[in-house]
């Protein structure tokens, strides 16, 4: 069986049939694609990739579905984020991927993939929409947003360096905690992280995590009743993360650390700020 743990966007497709030519793999050997959620970093390319793998089946979280079928609200409200001429540029066209070719994967859904069990998870806190996929042969996690974002560029100090992508729309610290505390009840061995690669190690990266949820929110309600609170929320979570890096001698300059996160930390800032709309702090 072949499958693909989330698809990246469409400017990602060339890549992954690369990987498949390499491996002498044809397109009608793709079983599975599985998106762990709908943002468009981790699903975008889902509709193009089922046009070029006729014989894929789609498994989507339940909240997941009837976005990836008609992804009209995910164009709408990518398009509110990033404006609509870097939206055509950074995702190109969303493709509807057909009803009848998605499956939904709930939560303790069970996969055998080529005698292989995969475990689907409900993991809310980053999204409602959001599935990770336990690995038990390897006690490994495949966790798309759920366990943070962490750049190899800047993990060549004392300490790793992870954050939570507190990205619009539906960031719930609470929730993402609980995920957390149910994840590690797994004892994975190692988490496969979207942005960026394979990470041991795990309880010590999940106590980082929870204490970064917990300043992100922290930081939020901070600035809850100032002026410009979003740039504010943006300002100081970049330049924590600037002043930790810079303390665990990660090996890389202010302007290297600025050129990587700085445009991730005004999207969680954008996050914090409609999260503590739904706190009534406005």
Same mark, same amino acid.
């Given at each position: 069986?072949?499958?693909?743990?989330?698809?990246?966007?469409?400017?990602?497709?060339?890549?992954?049939?690369?990987?498949?030519?390499?491996?002498?793999?044809?397109?009608?050997?793709?079983?599975?694609?599985?998106? /762990?959620?709908?943002?468009? $970093?981790?699903?975008?390319?889902?509709?193009?990739? =089922?046009?070029?793998?006729?014989?894929?089946?789609?498994?989507?979280?339940?909240?997941?579905?009837?976005?990836?079928?008609?992804?009209?609200?995910?164009?709408?409200?990518?398009?509110?984020? +990033?404006?609509?001429?870097?939206?055509?540029? =950074?995702?190109?066209?969303?493709?509807?991927?057909?009803?009848?070719?998605?499956?939904?994967?709930?939560?303790?859904?069970?996969?055998?993939?080529?005698?292989?069990?995969?475990?689907?998870? @409900?993991?809310?806190?980053?999204?409602?929409?959001?599935?990770?996929? +336990? !690995?038990?042969?390897?006690?490994?996690?495949?966790?798309?947003? /759920?366990?943070?974002?962490?750049?190899?560029?800047?993990?060549?100090?004392?300490?790793?360096?992870? %954050?939570?992508?507190?990205?619009?729309?539906?960031? @719930?610290?609470?929730?993402?905690?609980?995920?957390? $505390?149910?994840? =590690?009840?797994?004892?994975?061995?190692?988490? %496969?992280?979207?942005? %960026?690669?394979?990470?041991?190690?795990?309880?010590?990266?999940?106590?980082?995590?929870?204490?970064?949820?917990? @300043? +992100?929110?922290?930081?939020?309600?901070?600035?809850?009743?100032?002026?410009?609170? *979003?740039?504010?929320?943006?300002? *100081?979570?970049?330049?924590?993360?600037?002043?930790?890096?810079? !303390?665990?001698?990660?090996?890389?300059?202010?302007?290297?650390?600025?050129?990587?996160?700085? %445009? @991730?930390?005004?999207?969680?800032?954008?996050?914090? !700020? +409609?999260?503590? /709309?739904?706190?009534?702090? /406005?």
């Amino acid at each position: 069986m072949v499958g693909f743990v989330d698809t990246g966007t469409n400017n990602s497709v060339s890549i992954l049939q690369e990987v498949l030519r390499r491996k002498g793999i044809a397109n009608e050997k793709v079983n599975y694609i599985m998106p /762990t959620h709908v943002h468009l $970093d981790h699903a975008g390319a889902s509709g193009k990739l =089922m046009q070029e793998f006729p014989e894929a089946t789609l498994l989507a979280h339940p909240h997941a579905a009837r976005h990836l079928a008609d992804p009209t609200k995910l164009i709408q409200g990518s398009q509110a984020v +990033y404006g609509e001429k870097a939206f055509k540029k =950074m995702f190109g066209k969303l493709i509807p991927v057909a009803v009848e070719r998605i499956q939904e994967a709930t939560d303790g859904f069970e996969l055998d993939f080529n005698g292989r069990k995969l475990l689907f998870i @409900d993991t809310p806190g980053h999204a409602k929409h959001h599935y990770c996929i +336990y !690995d038990e042969q390897s006690s490994g996690l495949f966790t798309g947003d /759920t366990f943070g974002a962490s750049y190899p560029e800047l993990n060549l100090g004392r300490r790793r360096f992870i %954050f939570p992508p507190t990205t619009p729309v539906q960031f @719930d610290p609470d929730a993402w905690l609980e995920t957390l $505390d149910k994840l =590690m009840e797994l004892s994975p061995a190692r988490v %496969f992280i979207t942005h %960026f690669g394979m990470h041991e190690g795990v309880e010590g990266l999940a106590k980082l995590l929870r204490q970064a949820i917990r @300043d +992100y929110a922290a930081i939020a309600q901070e600035f809850a009743s100032s002026e410009n609170r *979003c740039e504010r929320i943006s300002e *100081c979570i970049l330049q924590d993360s600037i002043n930790y890096l810079l !303390d665990q001698h990660c090996g890389a300059d202010v302007a290297t650390i600025r050129h990587l996160i700085s %445009f @991730d930390m005004e999207l969680n800032a954008q996050g914090l !700020d +409609y999260w503590l /709309t739904t706190q009534n702090v /406005t």
